[in-house]
């Protein structure tokens, strides 16, 4: 992609409604616009990153076996009525009526709409379980919408569901959701914590919320040093310093997090409600045990730049950002030079390498300056002195220093660059 006609409204300064380092250094870069309060409009360089999370968490889904479906964002008030949540969710939901005068929500879920799904196609054991899920844009009239894509009012959601002829199965499932959210949020170059938690309005037994830690985090965390064991600090008993009560051995430590995902273990609390039944091997009906498991897209998106920054701009992870090269010529001015970087652009586009090339006629010290502030990967740098001795700079976002690379080698070693940066975000733990 070429920057000269690219839409990146790069600006210079954060407006002074942005409040969280996220909110402020996605406005500046260009990423996205604020629409309505808690309402925003992604613009392409926000967009490409928001797809690069949504295409990590489909391919997980679809490893453990998830079906993707698409489900309606305007939802009938009679299904919400069956499971009493119409009046328990109040004000949270948007509401309007049809031309019938018939009562409707843009979906803040999507539990009653899945759990109707299953009841008119689902009525055998044989038929069980199964698990679906959807990446779709929810909503919630929250009362005061703030820090950015935090906490907004229309959000990009995906919202999986699980169907199961007992709780052991459902279980089941939860653990490979578990594992799997692991992986998502490895995969996407962040350090975060699985964390035990209240089931809130949802409903059910158990849950984990998973949370990327960060200073910014609204949410109070308690880790024990020694075992995987941790709690919000809303839901847990113990205190900074306390003995961990899963091992025994360890000390309990304090972190900040910002949740982006969270899973639950329904049981029947759906299906019962609802009267959705399946037949069992002899012949009785029986109703669905459930899990549901959600994961905020653009909050993951928002959660990675509070979690990699500096003081320049956003640091990306490779696996999230929006580009993962980009090849800066530092005079528009010098044919050959122009020629140099457009030859090296088009070479590691062949390669497929996702490479921006910055061609505005700015100084270099501006174009430097931008390619921090939007936080890609590997930055490339042709200039006229490098060009006389063959060689071209090339900057790791996350380093201080430059190094020199050959310029006939240019193009094979960026990919190995660029694949290396992958090799250690897909080997995290």
């Known amino acids: 992609m070429r920057l000269s006609k690219y839409l990146m409204p790069v600006l210079r300064e954060a407006p002074g409604e942005a409040d969280i380092i996220s909110h402020k250094l996605m406005l500046r870069a260009g990423m996205i616009k604020k629409t309505a309060s808690g309402i925003f409009s992604y613009l392409p360089l926000g967009y490409r990153s928001l797809r690069k999370v949504e295409d990590i968490v489909r391919d997980e889904m679809n490893r453990i076996g998830a079906q993707e479906l698409m489900m309606p964002v305007m939802q009938p008030a009679e299904l919400w009525k069956e499971t009493g949540r119409w009046e328990e969710m109040g004000d949270l939901m948007f509401t309007l009526k049809d031309r019938h005068a018939r ?44 820090f950015g894509l935090m906490r907004a009012r229309e959000f990009l959601m995906k919202d999986a569901y699980s169907f199961h002829t007992d709780a052991e199965d459902a279980l089941r499932e939860y653990e490979a959701m578990f594992q ?125 730049i509070e979690q990699c920054h500096d003081p ?46 910055h061609d505005k006629d700015e100084r270099a010290g501006v174009k430097f300056k931008d390619a921090d502030l939007i936080g890609i990967p590997i930055r490339v740098t042709v200039g006229a002195k490098g060009i006389a001795k063959n060689q071209i700079d090339v900057k790791m ?22 694949n290396e940066l992958f090799r250690k975000v897909n080997s995290c733990p």
């Open 180 to 304: 799997s959210y692991h992986r998502i949020f490895s995969r996407c170059g962040l350090a975060f914590r699985a964390v035990e938690a209240a089931t809130g309005n949802i409903g059910g037994s158990k849950s984990h919320e998973f949370q990327v830690l960060s200073q910014s985090g609204e949410d109070e965390i308690l880790s024990c040093d020694q075992c995987n064991y941790a709690g919000n600090s809303e839901f847990v008993s113990e205190k900074k310093g306390d003995k961990c009560p899963r091992c025994k051995k360890g000390k309990m430590i304090v972190f900040r997090g910002i949740e982006v995902g969270h899973i639950f273990v329904l049981g029947n609390k759906y299906s019962k409600s609802m009267k959705a039944a399946y037949l069992n091997e002899s012949g009785k009906q029986c109703h669905y045990e459930m899990g549901c498991y959600g994961i905020g897209i653009g909050r993951t998106m928002a959660a990675a």
């Open 312 to 357: 320049d701009g956003i640091i990306w992870p490779i696996s999230i950002a929006p580009f993962e090269v980009v090849v800066v010529p530092l005079n528009m001015m010098e044919n050959g030079l122009v020629e140099t970087a457009d030859r090296l652009y088009e070479s590691l586009k062949q390669k497929n390498v996702d490479v921006l090339i």
């Open 397 to 418: 976002r996350h380093q201080k220093n430059e190094h020199q690379i050959p310029l006939d080698q240019a193009p094979s070693e960026i990919l190995k660059i660029r």
């Open 103 to 146: 009562d409707f929500c843009l979906g803040p879920t999507h539990e009653e709409i899945v759990t109707d799904i299953a009841r008119n196609f689902i009525q055998s054991y044989r038929q069980l379980p199964f698990t679906v899920y959807q990446i779709q844009t929810k909503f919630r009239d929250e009362i005061r919408p703030r």
